[in-house]
């Protein structure tokens, strides 16, 4: 398959400069004295403006039109990228400067119902993400590139039939070189039938030796070799199966042998998966996938198994599945297990915590497990926040000289009281409903208002039991007066 992008650089420059879209612009770099255009976007070509014409030529075109430097290497960096997303179609993607890649699609084309499902996949996503993209799949990579290119019938070349496809398009669809095509032009050659039949020895004395190796590449009767692109290592594990697998028990199989060999890896250069994810591939060409989350990296086998067993249920096998692929997109440093654990308790600090919790999260999920650390701030519910990880640490310690409750509201409740005398403890208060009569109280504690922050009144904060033995945290707002505002905050032990 040969994929070819006819304005790479500015589709590239439009994403990042939606401003662009509907103007006018091209990149030039000197050449001999002279500013040439190296790349034009599609609305300058509408207007005449085309690559290798110069750019004062350009402007006597369109007044409009934007000039910008060429960047050197640029396109190179953007097929590399292109070409690694290319990957998940196939394992073995090359780049072809300055506008192109190259993909080996055998035995890949099924997994998306065949080569036009295959070819139209591609496509689509490369013109959605802001690519104007075409394609073509041939048998050789010659015939595959010049039909991208030049062809105007079908894509899909079928096997044996690259000659025939060639026929009608001109020289240049060989990728022949500038002075070749300048002798083919002279001569009259204007489409590859009109010299194809010729006698090899006539064509070599003519046009030389590359000429009849482009034209035998085309054709198939000479291999052309590509050079893959290598992905930067990812921490990821495929298992193909031999026979599609639709059990249960068969995918638990597969999910352990996939994490014995990605754990090993991850064990030897200290790191544990923090997220990961497991894709599967099914015959009819649907994509089930599952994922997992620690709060700490971990490479114990067993453990992450447990986490994917929750969630082997959610995976549907159907027809069967063909092919595992084991992802672990976010991973950290794990430190080295001490060899002997203390006897006392180890905190938070303790790998089976941090399983726990993990087993927890799959269960209820991870939204319903919270950890809280103090924080500096003087009224109630701003003085604790929640951590983001087991390993975050307080920027303080918590506050243990005050008397504060077991259970907190996140915004303190009105409630309806009667005290006996100004300042003093509520003897009856409602809440919800509710008539509780106060048998005991201690207070009040004032807590004053974080003026830096809001205005208003402070806080005076009571503990009071009622005959029932429940105990609450109250507190008045501001100074007595006629009609005082009452809360209830919390719920002690």
Same mark, same amino acid.
């Given at each position: 398959?040969?994929?070819?992008? !006819? ?20 990149? /030039? /770099? ?8 190296? +790349? ?105 590139? /010049? ?52 006698? !090899?020895?006539?064509?070599?004395? !003519? ?7 482009? &034209? ?12 893959? &692109? ?157 951590? +983001? ?69 402070? !806080? ?21 007066? /006629? ?9 002690? +032990?």
């Amino acid at each position: 398959m040969a994929i070819w992008f !006819r304005h790479l650089t500015t589709d590239w420059l439009t994403l990042k400069q939606p401003e662009l879209k509907d103007l006018p612009f091209v990149f /030039a /770099a000197p050449e001999r004295n002279r500013i040439i255009i190296t +790349a034009a976007n599609a609305v300058a070509e509408a207007q005449g403006v085309y690559r290798c014409m110069a750019a004062a030529d350009a402007k006597a075109i369109t007044t409009n039109l934007q000039v910008l430097d060429h960047i050197p290497g640029k396109e190179a960096k953007l097929l590399r990228q292109l070409g690694l997303w290319c990957i998940r179609y196939s394992p073995i993607v090359a780049v072809d400067l300055p506008d192109g890649l190259i993909l080996d699609i055998s035995g890949c084309a099924h997994l998306w119902g065949g080569e036009r499902g295959y070819l139209k996949e591609i496509v689509n996503k490369l013109r959605a993400s802001g690519y104007d993209a075409r394609a073509a799949i041939a048998d050789t990579v010659g015939t595959a590139w /010049a039909v991208a290119r030049f062809g105007k019938k079908t894509p899909i070349i079928e096997s044996g039939m690259q000659a025939q496809a060639l026929l009608n398009l001109p020289p240049i669809a060989l990728r022949l070189e500038p002075i070749i095509l300048e002798k083919l032009q002279k001569l009259g050659f204007s489409t590859i039938k009109s010299f194809m039949q010729l006698p !090899r020895t006539v064509l070599r004395r !003519r046009f030389g030796e590359g000429f009849l190796l482009r &034209l035998a590449q085309a054709l198939g009767l000479e291999n052309e070799h590509i050079t893959p &692109l290598v992905p930067p290592v990812p921490y990821a594990e495929r298992l193909p199966c031999l026979e599609p697998i639709r059990t249960a028990k068969a995918i638990e199989i597969a999910i352990q042998k996939l994490l014995e060999g990605l754990c090993t890896r991850l064990q030897s250069e200290g790191k544990g998966i923090r997220k990961a994810t497991l894709k599967c591939y099914r015959i009819d060409g649907k994509l089930v996938q599952a994922g997992i989350s620690t709060n700490r990296g971990s490479h114990s086998v067993s453990h992450l198994f447990k986490l994917f067993e929750l969630q082997i249920n959610k995976i549907e096998p159907a027809l069967g599945i063909e092919l595992f692929l084991l992802e672990a997109y976010r991973v950290e440093d794990v430190d080295v297990l001490q060899e002997k654990l203390w006897a006392g308790n180890p905190g938070l600090q303790d790998t089976a915590l941090a399983e726990l919790l993990d087993k927890l999260a799959g269960k209820i999920g991870a939204h319903a497990i919270h950890r809280y650390l103090p924080a500096e701030h003087y009224w109630p519910e701003r003085a604790v926040k929640e951590a +983001a990880s087991l390993k975050e640490t307080p920027a303080t310690i918590w506050r243990t000289d005050r008397l504060r409750p077991l259970r907190m509201l996140r915004e303190p409740e009105p409630i309806e009281v009667m005290a006996l005398l100004p300042d003093y403890p509520p003897k009856v208060f409602t809440y919800k409903g509710r008539r509780h009569v106060v048998e005991k109280a201690d207070g009040p504690e004032r807590i004053e208002r974080e003026w830096w922050r809001d205005k208003g009144e402070h !806080r005076d904060y009571y503990a009071v039991e009622d005959t029932s033995g429940q105990r609450y945290w109250l507190f008045r707002l501001g100074h007595y007066d /006629a009609a005082p505002q009452w809360y209830l905050h919390g719920f002690l +032990a």
